[in-house]
């Protein structure tokens, strides 16, 4: 397939699994650069066996936080977001057809320039720099709105989300979350009563709304490349969607901490904030309980995401973790 991309005169020199995806396989492949005029690709490949979570491939996105992974999501998300003005990965061949490897396949370029974690934790100039090219980006992607809320290939197919709001969808995805790690974890357990009342609490003082901001929904620093000239990349992009832009928000400041402050905008609605960060924690215990069941090899990292989201999660019920 990277053959297929440059032509028979590319020579491969090596292939290194990258670390870090847990719904698809992501390689970088080296080449000889002679015929291709490039050092190296990267090779995406949305297969079960790559898959952690077991969920599937191509669920056809009804449920807007149901598993968002494969080749067409990836594409359309793709042209959406360089329509609106957003950088990633330039691709440079796709395989849809799962005939030479089992799996639907992408040969996008190898950005090159690390990801923009590194670059914070390192307190680098450089990071500060994409972090503001990522803010002014991001202006960019919340500013196209839709009347409808959903992900992105399955609103341009005309298709219907689940639920009748963002926020429904949202509260109903934090019970089932609540109850699964109720089930896995005693301290939530203790206070499942106290969870659940919350969150039917806060979900009350919701207003409705009717127009709904694109985000990327799963947004990381380690979801930002850093070019070589230092722009910012968006990848995992599968999940694109257009929902309330509150929940990107309370994504952003879990992931990005005092790092936020250049990310954070005025008029986010409070309510839809407070909801959505309880909700994001019971999430961030379930989900990363639900993936250690596999042989996820980074068990310590996701055990870190637990114990710091059930700590959160517990705080806002006045309990200590």
């Known amino acids: 397939m990277v053959r297929d991309a440059f032509g028979p005169g590319c020579r491969i020199v090596g292939v290194d699994r990258l670390r870090g995806g847990t719904k698809k396989g992501v390689y970088r492949v080296r080449l000889n650069g002679a015929g291709s005029g490039v050092a190296s690709v990267v090779v995406y490949r949305w297969a ?10 191509g669920d056809g996105g009804a449920d807007p936080f149901a598993h968002a ?3 067409e999501p990836f594409l359309v998300a793709r042209r959406r977001l360089v329509e609106v003005g957003a950088r990633v ?3 440079l061949f796709v395989d849809g057809g799962r005939g030479r490897c089992g799996a639907d396949v992408a040969v996008v370029e190898d950005v090159g320039g690390g990801n923009l974690e590194e670059l914070l934790d390192a307190d680098t100039e450089l990071g500060r720099a994409v972090l503001g090219d990522l803010s002014r980006m991001l202006d960019l992607v919340h500013r196209d709105r839709n009347s409808r809320y959903g992900r992105v290939d399955l609103v341009e197919r005309g298709g ?7 926020e429904g969808v949202v509260l109903d995805r934090a019970l089932r979350d609540l109850g699964e790690a109720a089930g896995r974890e005693p301290r939530v357990g203790a206070v499942r009563g106290q969870l659940d009342d919350r969150l039917r609490e806060l979900h009350a003082l919701v207003e ?25 990349v968006l990848i995992d992009i599968e999940g694109l969607m257009y929902f309330d832009v509150e929940w990107e928000h309370v994504f952003l400041r879990q992931r990005f901490h005092e790092h936020y402050a250049v990310l954070e905008r005025p008029g986010l609605d409070p309510r839809r904030v407070e909801l959505y960060r309880l909700a994001m924690h019971l999430s961030l215990v379930a989900g990363p309980l639900r ?3 596999g042989d996820f090899p980074d068990r310590a990292a996701m055990l870190g995401i637990v114990e710091h989201s059930l700590r959160e999660a517990l705080a806002l019920v006045g309990r200590r973790g």
Request: glycine content about 16%; hydrophobic content about 35%; some cysteine.
């Open 208 to 232: 409705p709304r009717s127009e709904y901001s694109l985000i990327h929904g799963e947004l990381g620093p380690d979801h930002v490349l850093v070019t070589l000239d230092g722009a910012a």
């Open 48 to 57: 079960a066996e790559e898959d952690f979570w077991g969920g599937g491939v």
């Open 291 to 293: 993936l250690l069941d």
């Open 69 to 71: 992974s494969g080749l």
């Open 160 to 166: 219907r989300s689940l639920g009748e709001s963002c």
């Open 89 to 91: 990965p330039d691709v």
